[in-house]
T-cell receptor, first 116, second 114 residues
Framework: AQKITQTQPGMFVQEKEAVTLDCTYDTSDPSYGLFWYKQPSSGEMIFLIYQGSYDQQNATEGRYSLNFQKARKSANLVISASQLGDSAMYFCAMIPITGGGNKLTFGTGTQLKVEL | DVKVTQSSRYLVKRTGEKVFLECVQDMDHENMFWYRQDPGLGLRLIYFSYDVKMKEKGDIPEGYSVSREKKERFSLILESASTNQTSMYLC?????????????FGQGTRLTVV
């Protein structure tokens, strides 16, 4: 079974500051992928970043980077230089790549509010 | 441009009704998923399908069934709707692993059961 845990229901950050959203996971699959999605108040799900469990380097996409620590089973999202438009719900998700089929599992989310 | 289309944005149904939520994708993806989203609970997987006529239970399948007769269409069925099934329902699609592409989502259906 696989499980994603996001322990921060809500976070506040000031504009232009960096913020880290936590995500830990549990899986018995040897190979897996980790995703982060953003859901603004409009409700659409926006893909942000992907990390494969065997990728040698941490993923980065513009202002988003993923702090992947495999031994600790954590995949935290770092947003640099926060903007007001970053205010949204953020979800961490995982999918097994080998053997475990294609089940895509999400966490409970973190509501981020960016303040002036 | 990839597209995942859910048949309704808002739906109001009565308790005991049979409810169909439809999802259509134009990306030729094998995998399709149905989630429900509730405040504080995140997205919970109801069912997913990895091929036509193939399905697997997710984490909360009770009270739901699914149908996938064609690759592009995945239907979620509430056999007898109950008030505790009031929720936002999201459909998603993705190519099979090991490809590392993301899942693509529909716009969601907000279902209210009265």
């Amino acid at each position: 079974a696989q499980k994603i845990t996001q322990t921060q229901p809500g976070m506040f950050v000031q504009e232009k500051e960096a913020v880290t959203l936590d995500c830990t996971y549990d899986t018995s699959d040897p190979s897996y992928g980790l995703f982060w999605y953003k859901q603004p108040s409009s409700g659409e799900m926006i893909f942000l970043i992907y990390q494969g469990s065997y990728d040698q380097q941490n993923a980065t996409e513009g202002r988003y980077s993923l702090n992947f620590q495999k031994a600790r089973k954590s995949a935290n999202l770092v947003i640099s230089a926060s903007q007001l438009g970053d205010s949204a719900m953020y979800f961490c998700a995982m999918i097994p790549i080998t053997g475990g089929g294609n089940k895509l599992t999400f966490g409970t989310g973190t509501q981020l509010k960016v303040e002036l | 441009d990839v597209k995942v289309t859910q048949s309704s944005r808002y739906l109001v149904k009565r308790t005991g009704e049979k409810v169909f939520l439809e999802c259509v994708q134009d990306m030729d993806h094998e995998n399709m998923f149905w989630y429900r989203q509730d405040p504080g609970l995140g997205l919970r997987l109801i069912y997913f399908s990895y091929d036509v006529k193939m399905k697997e239970k997710g984490d909360i399948p009770e009270g739901y069934s699914v149908s996938r007769e064609k690759k592009e269409r995945f239907s979620l069925i509430l056999e007898s709707a109950s008030t505790n099934q009031t929720s936002m329902y999201l459909c998603a699609t993705r190519p099979p692993a090991p490809r590392n592409t993301e899942a693509f989502f529909g716009q969601g259906t907000r279902l209210t059961v009265v």
